[in-house]
């Protein structure tokens, strides 16, 4: 059973970004923030927003239920903050990378990446993967 995403007319997106952007930016003003140039101008929102269903309907639900960093890069993005929404798909892109390499071959991935021989022996499963810095796993990937 698949359900169909229900993807928002231009004007609803626009109006609910536009709303929104108003009020941050009135309420950083009233904390004596900055407010110039924190959020990403709205049409750029709008694209990512009106182009998220068709790339989101190609992963597959299991992978997609467990997709945090996806749900917090589409509420960054929607929000204008563009920056943030880097962080979380950076932050996706490494989960999946480990979950890739928990699948693959443990034992030459560790050998692979890991060169001192006493931190190498602390490494046994997918678990100690998290000890694995992410530019390691990414050289090692």
Avoid: H
């Avoid at 962080?87 to 928990?102: C, G, P, S």
């Amino acid at each position: 059973m698949t359900k169909k995403i229900k993807v928002l007319s231009k004007d609803e997106v626009t109006t609910g970004v536009d709303q929104f952007t108003s009020g941050l930016t009135q309420y950083l003003g009233e904390l004596g923030l900055p407010n110039d140039q924190v959020l990403v101008p709205v049409n750029e929102r709008q694209r990512v927003i009106t182009n998220i269903p068709d790339v989101i309907e190609l992963i597959d639900s299991d992978r997609k239920s467990t997709s945090i960093y996806l749900s917090k890069f589409i509420a960054a993005c929607g929000a204008g903050l563009f920056d943030a929404a880097l962080n979380f798909i950076w932050d996706e892109t490494v989960v999946n990378l480990r979950n890739k390499v928990a699948r693959f071959d443990l034992e030459y991935f560790y050998d692979s990446v890991v060169t001192d021989t006493k931190r190498r022996s602390k490494l046994k499963d997918a678990e100690d993967l998290q000890k694995i810095e992410e530019w390691e796993l990414i050289r090692g990937c």
